[in-house]
């Protein structure tokens, strides 16, 4: 069982910046990889990016690519999505979630943290 606490959302003008973090318990933690997921009000759950146990591999929905980094630290089971030059249109609640190497699919999500990004 893996649980998942995310920090970091708040209130940012256009083109600001803010770092979310994904704090997870476990001692498993590196085996997993791990997602950002976001929610926007009337709109689907998407996918914004993912990195793998090691860190070595990332992958990143267009909309955010050169914009957005995820990166995690194993020694401290965080993750964390560094955005920059932030868009009203990346306002959404923002999840993260923890995927077993054997698995296809998230498994573990955390509760999400609200981004708002304001014109």
């Known amino acids: 069982q893996v649980q998942l606490v995310e920090s970091g959302g708040g209130l940012v003008q256009a083109g600001g910046s803010l770092r979310l973090s994904c704090a997870a318990s476990?001692?498993?933690?590196?085996?997993?990889?791990m997602g950002w997921f976001r929610q926007a009000p009337g709109k689907e759950r998407e996918f914004v990016a993912s990195i793998s146990g090691s860190g070595g591999s990332t992958n990143y929905a267009g909309s955010v690519k050169g914009r957005f980094t995820i990166s995690r630290d194993n020694a401290k089971s965080t993750v964390y999505l560094q955005m920059n030059s932030l868009k009203t249109e990346d306002t959404a609640v923002y999840y993260c979630?923890?995927?077993?190497?054997?698995?296809?699919?998230?498994?573990?999500w955390g509760q999400g943290t609200q981004v708002t990004v304001s014109s």
């Open positions: 979630a923890a995927r077993s190497p054997l698995k296809l699919s998230y498994e573990y």
């Open positions: 476990g001692r498993t933690f590196s085996t997993y990889a």
